[in-house]
């Protein structure tokens, strides 16, 4: 079975009271549902890299990561997805792509009255469990 490697970021405001969700768009698995913006780790890139470049291709985003929230391994009906999530703060303001049409900066409460990818569910689960990030 198929078993991708795979980054997300749980993208904090500035004060940190709201997040960045994004919306998936039409044409693609899952479309409707929201998520925390990220993307495929390519070949010999760190999850790090990864993840900066998916959020610059996507978002035109630049971001500072603050910690490691961890690995959510996850299965779909085509295979298995290795979700390594980051929280981070934006340095600058994101812009509509191609790829990223519609996003949100959501306050923290309000994040489970959008219907979540189901993969983005435990990251956010444990995000909130582990407090507020420390400068």
Do not use: C
């Not at 993840?51 to 779909?76: S, T």
Request: net charge negative; no cysteine; glycine share 6%.
């Amino acid at each position: 079975m198929k078993r991708l490697q795979v980054v997300a970021a749980i993208i904090e405001e500035e004060n940190g009271e709201r997040v960045l969700i994004a919306e998936r768009p039409p044409g693609k698995s899952s479309a409707g549902l929201w998520e925390f913006p990220g993307g495929k780790i390519e070949s010999g890139e760190s999850p790090e890299a990864a993840l900066k470049r998916e959020l610059r291709e996507e978002l035109n985003l630049e971001v500072e990561i603050v910690r490691f929230l961890g690995e959510f391994p996850h299965q779909y009906d085509w295979g298995w997805i290795d979700l390594k999530v980051f929280v981070t703060k934006a340095k600058n303001t994101p812009q509509a792509t191609a790829d990223v049409r519609h996003f949100s900066w959501v306050p923290k409460r309000e994040v489970e009255n959008y219907p979540l990818l189901a993969a983005d569910r435990k990251p956010w689960s444990r995000y909130l469990e582990s407090g507020p990030t420390t400068e």
